[in-house]
């Protein structure tokens, strides 16, 4: 971990010293009435297959004596999980969200705004092309908002899944869930003003086809060549005016497309439109959330936020995006 880093998680728990100690102990809390949730639930199942068995012995009926069991248990269950283990583990993770993440946000980039129960919403993460397959089921969270120095940024978790259903030879129905992205979402004012549209994704047809897949990608039409023949490799642009997309994607734009994919991986996609750029890049873990079963002022969960923080902030200064030498003011 960097000085930089150390000093901005020192500073969090500095000033939010008090507050992870109350957090802490309603997590202590919680954790308690979580054991007695599952205390009462062993206790309901045992209770309930004793009635199970009571009704069985009188009614003479095995199976309804085992369904009556059975249902017993269930509603006991879902009520005291509802009760004693899913709610105040909830509330832990709501509160400590609300309350721990916006101060590192604050600490982090001052100024910065989050919402973590707000998210992009489906239409706008549509409307980037980036993803063209229909979108079945979609979740986006903790939304910040704000300014990294003078450009505009909003950045959010999104998963988007497509329902994809099959019928066999004999009728039988199979439903799976494809993930279509399930990352970070990035939007930022771009330095440029600029009427084109421009996509930026990873080209694993000529990667993994050579020559062919680079003949490939122009059944994809709007193809734009560029002269970096190591950009070449990495991404696929396509774009509606050849001109314009090279005013956006100059040499230099292009090397600094490449080390953003190399500090976050080659799921890096890119889209230009509306004079904003958005940046797609998949995750490993669920970033931006809580671990309940790590104390609250735990050091190493505070650093992770700060580094993802900073990994989505830092975008701005990878891509120059603050420097204003061009006509957009």
Known sequence: MSYSVRSQVQEVIDSISPLLSQLENQRQ???????????????????????GGIIASASGEGGAGLITGVLLFVVSYVVVHNVFIGKYKA??????????????????????????????????FKSTGLVSSRIDRYHSEDLFTGHVGETEVWFSEVKAERKDTKRDS????????KTLFDGVFFMAD?????????????????????????????????????????????????GGDQVAVRYILTPDMQDR????????????????????????????????????????NDLGQLENFVL?????????????????IWTKE
Request: aromatic share 12%; net charge neutral.
């Open 29 to 51: 809390e919680a954790i308690e009435k979580r054991s007695k949730g599952f205390m009462s639930i062993a206790g309901a199942g045992v209770v309930s297959f004793l009635v």
């Open 91 to 124: 509330e832990y993770l709501r509160d400590y969200k609300l309350r721990v993440l916006s101060e590192v946000a604050r600490k982090v980039q001052p100024g910065m705004e989050y919402q973590p129960s707000q998210g992009i919403s489906q239409s706008l």
């Open 170 to 177: 004999e009728g039988n129905t199979r439903t799976t869930w």
């Open 190 to 238: 771009f330095h440029k003003e600029f009427s084109t549209w421009a996509t930026v994704t990873p080209d694993f047809a000529e990667r993994n086809f050579g020559w062919l897949g680079k003949k490939l990608q122009k059944l994809g039409g709007d193809v734009v060549h560029l002269e970096n023949p190591e950009f070449e490799k990495a991404f696929v642009v396509r």
């Open 257 to 296: 497309l490449l080390s953003l994919r190399a500090a976050l991986g080659d799921s890096v996609m890119l889209a230009f439109k509306d004079s904003k750029v958005v940046m797609l890049f998949s995750t490993q873990s669920n970033w931006f959330e809580p671990d309940f079963g790590k104390a609250s």
């Open 308 to 324: 993802e923080m900073n990994a989505c902030c830092d975008v701005v200064e990878m891509m120059n995006l603050n420097t204003r």
